[in-house]
Each structure stands twice: as structure tokens, then as C-alpha cells.
């Protein structure tokens, strides 16, 4: 959800099935009002898209154009887009015209007028139609369709691999308490670039056993570098079968024991 307000009960709740009416453009008298003094949480997979289409660097992009927050139920690390500090209070890439990044917005922003609710399977209208013009019109599409169409039907590799690295967690009972252990998480997760020179710069290859393959493609390809920072994450809260250990640091494990 990208609002600060909670939905009204009242807002229709809708499956893949069903119509939504819904008619978003720059002729609607609150074009681009959606865009300002909102919550927009990123994705994994958000922050990699928006930072390539700038072409910048993850932690340029993490320093310039979000805040950085760890949840104080889980413990995790969140991002959150930041707005401008003026009266307008609106994401810096609105134009008169819309989104300037807009086949490279984030996941809430696509998702937009609805909200999913994992528990319930179903999807609710967030906006508030007094104000979002939008949702009266006679217009309507099939929700799977909206979806579609707004790139969001099926999970991101990366924040599906994200969601299987958390997989094992039972929040607030593994809440975690340790702050490294946030750090590395949002390294892993978002600051992409830092991630790489940990991975090459710190210990991590005389640990884990990773083909020349892989390393190659990781020097330079971002989403063979998620996926390793992902399945590291996966390694350390959910599953050690997710990356390979070196036999001479298994070996020494044992000698310890």
C-alpha cells in the first residue's frame, strides 16, 4: 500500500475475475495527485531497475532518492522512495506528463489503484474514489488483466527469491535483533554495487564455493550478482543447502568440532 490512510471497508474487494473500473490519464483534473506525500516502499527488484535506468550506482541511488528504515516488528530492513522537501511534497520523477521512469517504476506504484492482500487472496481498491477520479469511468478491465498489463502479474525473480530467503521466519518470534545482521541484509538486498565488492574484497570466496562461471557473469551482470546475494541471504536465515560451502572450510569445521 503507497497511502498513509488505511482503506475504508467499504472499498470493493475484487478477485483476478473480476471487472475493475478504473481509467487513469493527463486529462483527469487529479493527474499526478497520487504522486505526492505517499509512503512508496521499494522491492529488491525496484531498486535495481530504477538505479540502471538512471544510470547510477545502488548506493548513489539509495543515498540520493530514498530513507532507509528497519521494521520495528521484524527487524528487516525497508526502502522507501523519498519526496521532495518542498510544499509539493511529490516523487521527484513526476512531470506535468506523468512518471518520467514510468516502465521502471516501482512494484506499489504499478499496482495502483489496488492493493493484494496475501492472506485473504484478493485484491482491494485503495484509492479513494472522491479523489481519484480515475475510478469513475465506465471503462473496465478484467483484474488479471490490469495486472498484466501493468508488468505485475507474476513475482519478480528477485523479490521471489527475497520472499523464500525471509521463507522461514516467524516474525515476531525471529525478529532480528542483531543491526550486522540488518546491514548485510539490506546490502545483499538493495545496496547491489557494495554487495560486489564484498563479495570480491571480503572473505566470501574463501567461503562459499562458486563456479568461474557465475563469478565472471557477476562482475558485471546485476542480476547474477542479486541472485547470489539473494541465495546468500537464503543460506544464512532459511536454507545452508542454498549456496555450496568449501570442502577445506567444511573440513575445518569438523577439525573445530
Same mark, same amino acid.
Given at each position: 500500500m503507497t497511502k498513509d490512510s488505511k482503506p475504508s471497508d467499504s472499498r470493493p474487494i475484487l478477485t483476478l475475475m473480476q471487472d475493475l473500473h478504473f481509467n487513469c490519464h493527463p486529462g483527469l483534473s487529479c493527474f499526478n495527485s497520487c504522486c505526492r506525500n505517499v509512503n512508496i516502499f521499494l522491492t529488491p527488484s525496484d531498486v535495481l531497475k530504477m538505479k540502471r535506468r538512471l544510470n547510477m550506482t545502488s548506493t548513489d541511488f539509495l543515498e540520493q532518492y530514498t530513507v532507509s528504515l528497519v521494521s520495528p516488528s521484524t527487524g528487516l530492513p525497508m526502502v522507501a522512495l523519498k519526496m521532495k522537501e518542498d510544499e509539493t511534497k511529490e516523487c521527484h520523477f513526476i512531470t506535468p506528463e506523468g512518471c518520467s521512469i514510468y516502465s521502471d517504476r516501482p512494484w506499489s506504484c504499478r499496482m495502483y489503484p489496488l492493493d493484494y492482500d496475501p492472506e485473504e487472496d484478493h485484491y482491494r481498491v485503495i484509492a479513494d474514489p472522491s479523489k481519484c477520479r480515475g475510478l469513475n469511468t465506465d471503462k473496465t478491465i478484467v483484474v488479471e488483466d490490469w495486472l498484466a498489463s501493468q508488468g505485475i502479474l507474476f513475482p519478480r525473480e528477485m523479490d521471489r527469491l527475497f520472499n523464500e530467503a525471509m521463507l522461514r521466519l516467524e516474525f515476531p518470534k525471529d525478529k532480528i535483533e542483531n543491526p550486522k545482521i540488518t546491514q548485510m541484509i539490506y546490502m545483499a538486498s538493495y545496496d547491489l554495487d557494495s554487495f560486489r565488492r564484498f563479495v570480491f574484497e571480503s572473505r566470501f570466496l574463501k567461503i562459499f564455493d562458486i563456479s @568461474? #562461471?557465475?563469478?565472471?557473469?557477476?562482475?558485471?551482470?546485476? @542480476? @547474477? =550478482? *542479486? %541472485?547470489? #546475494? =539473494?541465495?546468500?541471504?537464503?543460506?544464512?536465515?532459511?536454507?545452508?543447502? *542454498?549456496?555450496?560451502? %568449501?570442502? @577445506?572450510?567444511?573440513a575445518e569445521q569438523g577439525q573445530a568440532q
Open positions: @568461474e #562461471g557465475i563469478l565472471e557473469k557477476v562482475k558485471t551482470d546485476d @542480476e @547474477e =550478482l *542479486a %541472485r547470489l #546475494g =539473494l541465495l546468500w541471504l537464503k543460506f544464512g536465515m532459511s536454507d545452508k543447502n *542454498a549456496l555450496q560451502i %568449501r570442502p @577445506e572450510v567444511l
